[in-house]
């Protein structure tokens, strides 16, 4: 006897797969120090960042006129890279610009 939930009469089995899940997004920010020069930071924006100038300038002044901001929303693994980049960078020229991540 014909397993009757396989039967199909004649119709083709269709396997359902899993929805692949979007990877999690993760926020770098740039956190204000009394040291470190705005032309550094609009450099790291634009250039780890990849901001026009405009943007790197108003990104720059809201670090510096409200502690910190978002410099971009990545998925962990570039997030955690860049925030290395910064840090590797700032230490190079004796700054202590501090960037941090935090889920988005």
Not at 27 to 43: G, K, S
Not at 54 to 72: D, K, L, N, Q, W
Request: net charge negative; glycine share 4%.
């Amino acid at each position: 006897m014909a397993d009757t939930d396989r039967q199909t009469d004649g119709e083709t089995l269709e396997k359902t797969r899993k929805a692949t899940k979007k990877p999690d997004l993760w926020r770098v920010l740039l956190h204000n120090d009394d040291y470190t020069t705005m032309e550094f930071v609009l450099d790291i924006l634009e250039s780890v960042f990849q901001k026009s100038p405009a943007e790197a300038h108003r990104i720059m002044m809201h670090v510096h006129t409200r502690g910190s901001a978002v410099c971009g929303t990545y998925p962990f693994e570039v997030a955690e890279t860049k925030v290395e980049i910064v840090q590797a960078r700032a230490q190079e020229r004796g700054y202590p610009l501090k960037s941090s991540l935090e889920q988005a």
